[in-house]
């Protein structure tokens, strides 16, 4: 019998698990670069953000009275799923609305444009599944943009898909998540693109994102509508469209949903001026 070359296969061994790890796990290696940026699309070699601890929460945020209440803890009727269904996702006692996994996406039958949305999240409580299959969500605004909802609490993934990214573009700029199971909160401002009348860009989508009180995202630029394994571009749309929460298969929670629309520069001028468009 020849003698076994251990060394070596142990090598191999080693080597191919681990790339394997990282292909479904932490990043890819094979997507294209990302604009103006020196990663490539989900790039397993992008450093992940510090982590900040956010302190504890307690009770929900206060609802500002002109705000419009797309969950209050009783009813799922500001909501539907992409096909007109009313929302299947489940309303529960502590007065949260929990994805039924399979039933799909949620999406507000209100529009919105340029606006301020408060959401309130928990992941599940018992950990199951890594990175990206571990308590994975999202906030799509004009059902487009996102803004991931994932536990990134001890939970590594490629750093433009933990919680608070620009899915696919940018990583916030720190990590303030709270544990499995905590309730944690998302303040938005979100400014819709403008489109000239020939469908050309005339203003990109802008996004601040604060996490758990934490400053994450500080009016950064969407590259374009929400992409995987891609680069984002911009296709032209309506000024307004639905807020939407996806189903990714984990029975996520959420609590004290709000939304605030904001005018225009235009149309804060024209309501100072008294004229109307
Ligand atoms: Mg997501």
Not at 11 to 38: C, E, H, K, N, R
Not at 96 to 109: A, E, H, I, Y
Request: hydrophobic letters at 35%.
């Amino acid at each position: 019998m020849r003698p076994t070359p251990r060394p070596f296969v142990a090598f191999f061994v080693v080597a191919s698990i681990s790339s394997a790890a990282l292909a479904q796990g932490v990043g890819y290696t094979d997507t294209p670069m990302l604009p103006g940026q020196a990663w490539k699309v989900h790039d397993k070699d992008r450093p992940n953000p510090p982590v900040v601890d956010p302190g504890s929460a307690d009770a929900p945020a206060p609802v500002p009275s002109d705000a419009v209440v797309l969950f209050d803890g009783t009813s799922t009727d500001a909501w539907q799923h992409g096909d007109g269904r009313d929302a299947e996702w489940i309303v529960k006692e502590d007065g949260s609305m929990q994805v039924k996994p399979g039933s799909g996406d949620l999406l507000t039958r209100e529009h919105f444009g340029d606006c301020q949305l408060h959401i309130e999240w928990a992941t599940p409580k018992v950990v199951t599944g890594t990175g990206q299959g571990r308590g994975n969500s999202g906030v799509f605004f004009l059902g487009m943009y996102e803004v991931q909802i994932l536990d990134s609490y001890e939970n590594r993934t490629y750093a433009d898909g933990q919680a608070a990214a620009l899915y696919g573009q940018y990583p916030p700029m720190v990590n303030a998540s709270r544990g499995p199971g905590e309730w944690q909160s998302f303040d938005i401002i979100f400014e819709a693109p403008r489109f000239a009348r020939d469908g050309s860009l005339e203003k990109p989508a802008f996004v601040t994102v604060l996490h758990n009180g934490v400053v994450v995202q500080h009016r950064q630029e969407f590259l374009g509508r929400t992409a995987h394994r891609a680069v984002a571009s911009y296709s032209p749309h309506a000024p307004k469209g639905p807020i939407k929460l996806q189903d990714h298969g984990n029975p996520m929670r959420f609590r004290n949903i709000w939304v605030r629309s904001l005018a225009s520069a235009e149309e804060q001028a024209a309501t100072e001026t008294g004229r109307r468009h």
